[in-house]
């Protein structure tokens, strides 16, 4: 069984273009979770851009799903963490700059920072993940820091699967199943969108949980245009 959290980061970067709270993000967090989605994923990123520090105290009131708050840990994002206890921390090695996240973490350049923020968490009680690309020595790294779970960066995957090439699932299975006998759990995000998701959850027999924010709130957007220009159709009569 793989859960889907959804990410709704771009809930807030919608709210945020015009200040005021439409969208609503905690309405939206509730509403996806009434419609079947069975976790909430945010990643505040330090210029808040879209999910605000407060966003993320603000969201346990409505979550009744897994919580999961991904980022860079920094001092202000690791208390914010420990202030919030999500159901998991996903810890992404993201620059400050950076458009969206585009690498997982070197687990084995920084092993000894991730096996104390991973033990920091984990006393609290948080589940931990780390972010990381499907390769062999990175997952072996992963391993040693404790962690209990990777979320492999699937943005390799959606570019190659867009392109018509299904051989980029390769490094996934591969990835996936040393993750399996290093008893981790395995999550996985970025570009995952209704095309490609099937095909990788075919292949990665394992997967604990998907988290989908750019695309499924694009699709979401497509799919419901229609409706919603006939509505201000009928009210234009
Ligand atoms: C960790 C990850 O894969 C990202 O997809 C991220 O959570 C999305 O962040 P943005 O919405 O800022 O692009
Ligand atoms: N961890 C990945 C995530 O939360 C969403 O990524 P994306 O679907 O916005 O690319």
Sequence with gaps: MTKLSVNINKIA???NSRGGNVPDLLKTAKDIQDFGGEGITIHPRP?????RYQ?????PAVVYTEFNIEGNP???FIDL??????????LVPDAEDAITSNAGWDTIKHRDFLIDVIAEFKASGIRTSIFVDPVAKMVEGAAKTGTDRIELYTEAYASAFAKGDKSGINPYIEAAKMASEAKLGINAGH?????????FKQNIPNLLEVSIGHAL?????????????QMYLQRLK
């Design 74 to 76: 920094i001092k202000s």
């Design 55 to 59: 966003d993320a105290r603000d969201l």
């Design 191 to 199: 570009d995952l969108n209704l095309k490609n998701t099937a095909y």
């Design 217 to 229: 709130i694009a699709e979401s957007l497509y799919l419901g245009l229609e409706n919603v220009v």
């Design 13 to 15: 970067t919608l709210r």
């Design 81 to 90: 963490v420990l202030e919030v206890k999500p159901t998991q921390v996903t």
């Design 47 to 51: 210029d808040e851009r879209h999910i």
